[in-house]
């Protein structure tokens, strides 16, 4: 599988987060279990919430996986 980062963008004023693969942006996520389908999505098969949590491939701007609102 061929690396793809993961960028979860600040939370928005509304909540959620926007979620980009290799700069396309695959929606806004208002959890892990929203991260986790857009992952799948992108052919990041096999990926539980605990693991999405701790990713290295995954760059968390503005606050980590516990952080959805502002």
């Known amino acids: ?16 987060r926007r979620v980009r693969v ?11 279990g929203d991260m986790v389908k857009f992952l799948r999505r992108a052919g990041l098969e096999g990926l539980d919430e605990a693991e999405v949590a701790r990713s290295r ?3 968390w701007r503005g606050g980590g996986p516990d952080v959805w609102t502002t």
């Open 1 to 16: 599988m061929a690396v793809r980062p993961v960028i979860v963008s600040p939370p928005s004023p509304t909540g959620g």
């Open 22 to 32: 290799n700069g396309e942006i695959l929606g806004l996520a208002y959890d892990l």
């Open 57 to 59: 491939l995954t760059e």
